[in-house]
């Protein structure tokens, strides 16, 4: 995280024995203070938002594949059972649970 500065402060803090040299030895003393642009996007910020957003719908759309594909696998068992079952009676009603290939 950047260092923000209270509102109100015109140079960051300069140390007391920086000072104090300075003012006994007569030397001047050179404050460097880099101007912000507060125009610009913060661009870190965009590209951290859009990093999460993006992974959040990569993860979506592979719980959706995941889900999709237990079904189809769900789906191939039931069928291979119910094949594999043969039709089903119960007093005098049959039910067939899968059609034959030949029909």
């Known amino acids: 995280m ?3 500065d209270p509102p109100g402060i015109i140079a960051p803090h300069i140390p007391a ?4 040299r300075a003012e006994a030895t007569g030397a001047p ?14 661009w870190h910020r965009v590209l ?8 959040a719908a990569v993860g ?9 594909t237990l079904l189809d696998a769900t ?12 039709p089903i009676g119960i ?6 649970l899968a059609r034959s290939k030949g029909a």
Do not use: E, K, M, N
């Open 60 to 68: 979506t759309w592979g719980l959706v594949v995941a889900l999709c």
């Open 75 to 86: 789906a191939d068992a039931v069928t291979a059972i119910a094949t594999a079952a043969g």
């Open 91 to 96: 007093g005098g009603i049959t039910f067939r």
């Open 17 to 20: 024995d920086d000072w104090r």
């Open 29 to 42: 003393l050179v404050i460097v203070v880099q101007a912000a642009d507060s125009t610009s996007i913060p």
């Open 48 to 55: 951290i938002a859009f990093g999460v957003a993006g992974a």
């Open 2 to 4: 950047s260092h923000r």
